[in-house]
C-alpha cells in the first residue's frame, strides 16, 4: 500500500510505516503522476482533491486533516467510489481562544466592556456553539444564526439574519463555504449585508475567504457603515487584498485553528479513519509528544483589576493576536511560511493559573474557559 501524505501534517510520521510506503510531500508537489499508484492521501486545504488530481489514480481514500473540505471534489470523489473524510471540530477549541483573544484587544482598543455589547453569531456548528459558549462566559448577549439548524431543530434557539444584522455590535462568521444551493455562504457577507447592518458592526471573519465580499468589505469600512474588522480568511489566499490589509483592526494569515492541539487533533481523526477504512487495528492512535510553549503557568495578582481586565490577562498570557498581525502586516508575502512555520500554540486547558485574586466570579470564568488553577 501506498500513501501520500502533506509534509506539513504535524506528529505523523511514523504512524503509517508498518503498513504502507509512505510518501512526504508539500501540497504544491502532489501532483497526478505522483498520486497515479497511492492508494490513499491525507491533505490539507491546500491540495485540490479533483478529477484533474485523481482521475486514472488508484486512490481509494482522502483524509483531510482539516474542518473544511471545499478543496475536495466530493461530488467526483463519491461517483468515482473515493471514500473521503474530513475532521470535524478538530480545531474549534483553537478558533475560541483566537475569538478570545481578538475580542479582548478590540475591547481593550475600542474602550467597551464585552458585558455591554451583543454578538452575533453566523452559523452554529461545532466552532460556532463552542464561539457562543465563550462570549456567555465573557458576559456578552448572544444571537445565533444557522438556516440548517432552525430548520431541523426549530427556530426557537435562532434567530433570523436581519435581526441579527439589526442588533449585533460584533458579527463572527462560522459557516462553510458553500458556492450555490438554499445555504449558499460565498459572498454572504456582501454589500447588501453590510447595508443591513444597523449598529455599525465590528466583523470577525475566521471561517472561509470567500463568505466575505472584499470590495463590499472595504467600501463599508471606509464609509463607516462597519466599525473594525479582524481578518483571518482572505479571498485569494495567500494574494491577499493589501487595502483591505490596511484598513482592519486585526490581520492574521489563516491560523485561526492553529493550536497544537488542533493540529494534533485533525492528526488523530485522520489516522483513525484511515485505519478503520483500510482496516489497520490502529483506530485509537493518539498523537505524541504534542510541544508546550516555554511556560505554561500564569501569574495574575488581580487585586483592583475588574473580571474583564483579569480575563483578558489570562487570555493573551496564553495566546495574543496582536503577535500574529506584527508578523503579517511586516511581510505579506510569507503569508504560506508563517502557516508552515507557525509558532507553537496551545489551548486554554495546558495553562496553569496561579491567582492572587478576591475576585470570586472571576475565578469562576477562568475555570469555565479551561484553565487550571
Given at each position: 500500500?501506498?500513501?501520500?501524505?502533506?509534509?506539513?501534517?504535524?506528529?505523523?510520521?511514523?504512524?503509517?510505516?508498518?503498513?504502507?510506503e509512505?510518501?512526504?510531500?508539500?501540497?504544491?508537489?502532489?501532483?497526478?503522476?505522483?498520486?497515479?499508484?497511492?492508494?490513499?492521501?491525507?491533505?490539507?486545504?491546500?491540495?485540490?482533491?479533483?478529477a484533474?488530481?485523481?482521475?486514472?489514480?488508484?486512490?481509494?481514500?482522502?483524509?483531510?486533516?482539516?474542518?473544511g473540505?471545499?478543496?475536495?471534489?466530493?461530488e467526483?470523489?463519491?461517483?468515482?467510489?473515493?471514500?473521503?473524510?474530513?475532521?470535524?471540530?478538530?480545531?474549534s477549541?483553537?478558533?475560541?481562544?483566537?475569538?478570545?483573544?481578538?475580542?479582548?484587544?478590540?475591547?481593550?482598543?475600542?474602550?467597551?466592556?464585552?458585558k455591554?455589547?451583543?454578538?452575533?453569531?453566523?452559523?452554529?456548528g461545532?466552532v460556532?456553539a463552542?464561539?457562543?459558549?465563550?462570549?456567555?462566559?465573557?458576559?456578552?448577549?448572544?444571537?445565533?444564526?444557522?438556516?440548517?439548524?432552525?430548520?431541523?431543530?426549530?427556530?426557537?434557539?435562532?434567530?433570523?439574519?436581519?435581526?441579527?444584522?439589526?442588533?449585533?455590535?460584533?458579527?463572527t462568521?462560522?459557516?462553510?463555504?458553500?458556492?450555490?444551493?438554499?445555504?449558499?455562504?460565498?459572498?454572504?457577507?456582501?454589500?447588501?449585508?453590510?447595508?443591513?447592518?444597523?449598529?455599525?458592526?465590528?466583523?470577525?471573519?475566521?471561517?472561509?475567504?470567500?463568505?466575505?465580499?472584499?470590495?463590499?468589505?472595504?467600501?463599508?469600512?471606509?464609509?463607516?457603515?462597519?466599525?473594525?474588522?479582524?481578518?483571518d480568511?482572505?479571498?485569494?489566499?495567500?494574494?491577499?487584498?493589501?487595502?483591505?490589509?490596511?484598513?482592519?483592526?486585526?490581520?492574521?494569515p489563516?491560523?485561526?485553528?492553529?493550536?497544537?492541539?488542533?493540529?494534533?487533533?485533525?492528526?488523530?481523526?485522520?489516522?483513525?479513519?484511515?485505519?478503520?477504512?483500510?482496516?489497520?487495528?490502529?483506530?485509537?492512535?493518539?498523537?505524541s509528544?504534542?510541544?508546550?510553549?516555554?511556560?505554561?503557568?500564569?501569574?495574575?495578582?488581580?487585586?483592583?483589576?475588574?473580571?474583564?481586565?483579569?480575563?483578558t490577562?489570562?487570555?493573551?498570557?496564553?495566546?495574543?493576536?496582536?503577535?500574529?498581525?506584527?508578523?503579517?502586516?511586516?511581510?505579506?508575502?510569507?503569508?504560506?511560511?508563517?502557516?508552515g512555520?507557525?509558532?507553537?500554540?496551545r489551548?486554554f486547558?495546558?495553562?496553569?493559573?496561579?491567582?492572587?485574586?478576591s475576585?470570586?466570579?472571576a475565578?469562576?470564568?477562568?475555570?469555565?474557559?479551561?484553565?487550571?488553577?
Amino acid at each position: 500500500m501506498k500513501i501520500i501524505i502533506d509534509d506539513k501534517i504535524p506528529y505523523i510520521k511514523g504512524a503509517l510505516e508498518p503498513f504502507a510506503e509512505v510518501v512526504y510531500l508539500s501540497g504544491d508537489r502532489t501532483t497526478p503522476e505522483i498520486v497515479k499508484d497511492a492508494d490513499a492521501l491525507i491533505t490539507r486545504t491546500r491540495t485540490n482533491c479533483n478529477a484533474q488530481l485523481l482521475s486514472g489514480s488508484s486512490v481509494k481514500f482522502i483524509a483531510t486533516a482539516t474542518i473544511g473540505f471545499d478543496h475536495i471534489d466530493t461530488e467526483y470523489c463519491d461517483q468515482s467510489g473515493i471514500t473521503w473524510t474530513n475532521a470535524p471540530g478538530c480545531n474549534s477549541k483553537s478558533v475560541v481562544q483566537y475569538i478570545a483573544s481578538a475580542l479582548v484587544v478590540l475591547a481593550d482598543k475600542k474602550g467597551f466592556q464585552l458585558k455591554d455589547k451583543t454578538i452575533g453569531i453566523i452559523g452554529v456548528g461545532n466552532v460556532g456553539a463552542k464561539v457562543a459558549r465563550l462570549c456567555e462566559i465573557l458576559g456578552m448577549k448572544v444571537l445565533l444564526n444557522d438556516p440548517p439548524r432552525a430548520r431541523a431543530e426549530g427556530k426557537k434557539a435562532f434567530v433570523e439574519l436581519d435581526e441579527l444584522l439589526e442588533k449585533a455590535d460584533i458579527i463572527t462568521l462560522h459557516v462553510p463555504l458553500y458556492m450555490d444551493g438554499t445555504d449558499k455562504t460565498f459572498h454572504l457577507a456582501d454589500e447588501a449585508f453590510f447595508k443591513a447592518a444597523k449598529k455599525n458592526p465590528i466583523i470577525i471573519n475566521s471561517c472561509r475567504g470567500e463568505v466575505t465580499n472584499t470590495e463590499a468589505l472595504k467600501t463599508a469600512l471606509k464609509s463607516g457603515a462597519v466599525s473594525g474588522a479582524v481578518i483571518d480568511c482572505w479571498e485569494n489566499e495567500p494574494l491577499l487584498d493589501r487595502e483591505l490589509l490596511n484598513l482592519v483592526d486585526l490581520a492574521t494569515p489563516h491560523i485561526a485553528g492553529y493550536s497544537r492541539d488542533g493540529k494534533a487533533n485533525g492528526t488523530n481523526m485522520s489516522i483513525r479513519a484511515l485505519s478503520k477504512f483500510f482496516n489497520l487495528g490502529i483506530n485509537n492512535w493518539k498523537c505524541s509528544n504534542v510541544e508546550f510553549p516555554p511556560s505554561i503557568d500564569i501569574y495574575i495578582d488581580g487585586t483592583g483589576k475588574s473580571t474583564q481586565q483579569i480575563l483578558t490577562e489570562a487570555i493573551l498570557s496564553t495566546y495574543d493576536i496582536w503577535k500574529d498581525d506584527l508578523r503579517l502586516r511586516e511581510s505579506v508575502e510569507t503569508f504560506e511560511k508563517q502557516r508552515g512555520d507557525y509558532p507553537v500554540r496551545r489551548e486554554f486547558p495546558a495553562f496553569k493559573v496561579f491567582c492572587k485574586i478576591s475576585n470570586i466570579k472571576a475565578i469562576h470564568k477562568l475555570n469555565q474557559l479551561g484553565f487550571k488553577l
